[in-house]
């Protein structure tokens, strides 16, 4: 045998890799989508992913640091693919050994996902064998005079069964279970927003964030699917009465409303992980109270659906925690954790906002970690006091006088001042917008007659404790950033 031409040897295993990705795609569609092979070893490369490399994905791409992963590994898994279709120019065996390992890879990734059941590993299983068998099909075809008719027909295939494993893993229909859950009715209101609550007009947020511009971070690639029908909230651990609460039963408890603003620790100085939302839920304290919270816990582990894991000082879930079933009057987006969630009031996201929530283990601090724990960030982590221009933007220009403004923040003490200072001189006290809730933002403003040429502005909050922000430049690990905000801009 004189072997395989280069171009057809590299298309053999491409082909064959499409197949076998697609394969097990189909099939995890029936055993649980983030069975996928692909996305499966997608995942858990995020939970090995080093803390330092991780803080540089998110440094780097922001949110799209999901994006920039799966296309990395789009393109490590092309290259092994063409490379195993070169190397077996002359016998099948080496490509079919390279199927055999990336099938072993995808069965470790998919044995160690929390989120679904024994039967997940069918999924890399039949991708291994569509793997083996489409590449040793090619092999063979590819001798054949009218071989390309053959591999059209596999790719032509394999990209069907990709697309149906695509919409038939999406099919648990999230958005009518959203629906069905009909409107959601608090018997404690959250007070009404005042029209004066942000500087919207000059450049700060609005006051409340829509569904679509609520900052998302999770370490989920793909969203959770679950309807409401099929959730249940597991309570056990150090409680009298362990119990399961159905989507109902919490829906039919006494409904409370609270303006929350949830803020991530990642946040850089100036960065855009904050939002806030009326949250709709049941108070963590009725649910606990009601399972009998035992002495000696310190700790609520709340895990989500799909493996996250947070942990929170239990006293102060207690009064403050929120079980969350709706934002801003609707049943909660679904990339915002719909069924249910966590909402806590002064606490960062990482340690207390669990999405997806399926589980809430009263325990200590001793005995369980959350996710991020031993990843380098602290066990507690109450919001840090801090503000963030949003106008003028960096590197802006401003015509005439000056409008800076921008949002402060220090929940759940409450913000109490914001200053600016220009150029390093003198703080001047901005104008606060109006006061909605300590566990809420605080827009603030101030108009400025400028001389032309360049500024650098710095703002700074004081909260209702009387303590003002730190100015020490520190970055967000391991529990949260510190430092002034500053913008350099331009007057014309
Ligand atoms: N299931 C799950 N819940 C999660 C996370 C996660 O990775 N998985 N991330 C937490 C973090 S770090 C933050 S800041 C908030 C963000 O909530 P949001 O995406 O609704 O803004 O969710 C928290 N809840
Ligand atoms: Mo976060």
Known sequence: MEGMKPAKAALTGLVALVAALAAGHLVAAFVGLSASPYLAVGNAAIDLTPSWLKDFAVETFGTADKLVLLSGMAVVLVAIGVGAGLASRNSAAPGSLVAVLLGFVGVAAVATRPDVGALAVLAPVASTAAG???????HREAEESDSRRSFLITAGLAVTAGVAGQVFGSRTDVEGSRQAVGPLTPKTKAPEIPFNADFAKDGTPSFITSGEDFYRIDTALSVPRIRAEEWALRVHGMVERPTVLT???IRNMDLVEETVTLTCVS???????????NFIGVKIGDVLRQ??????????????????TAGSPLDYVLENGLIAIGMNGEPLPAEHGFPAR??????????SATKWVTDLNVTTFEKDQGYWIPRGWA???????????DRPKRQGRVQGKAVIAG???????GVAKVEVRIDGGVWRETELAADVSDTTWRMWKIEMELSKGSHTVECRATDKSGQTQDQ?????????ATGWHSVTFSVD
């Open 132 to 138: 083996v068998y489409v590449f040793r099909y090619l």
């Open 247 to 249: 989507f109902d039963e």
């Open 267 to 277: 946040n850089e100085v100036g960065g855009p992980y904050i939002s806030t939302g």
């Open 291 to 308: 399972a009998g919270v035992k002495q000696g816990a310190d700790q609520l582990f709340s895990t989500s659906d799909d493996g996250f």
């Open 342 to 351: 966590l909402v806590v009031p002064g606490l960062y996201g990482y340690v």
């Open 379 to 389: 066990t507690r982590a109450p919001i840090k006091t801090s503000s963030r221009i």
């Open 407 to 413: 949002t402060a923040w220090a929940q759940p003490r």
């Open 472 to 480: 020490a430049r520190l970055d967000p690990v391991p529990d949260g």
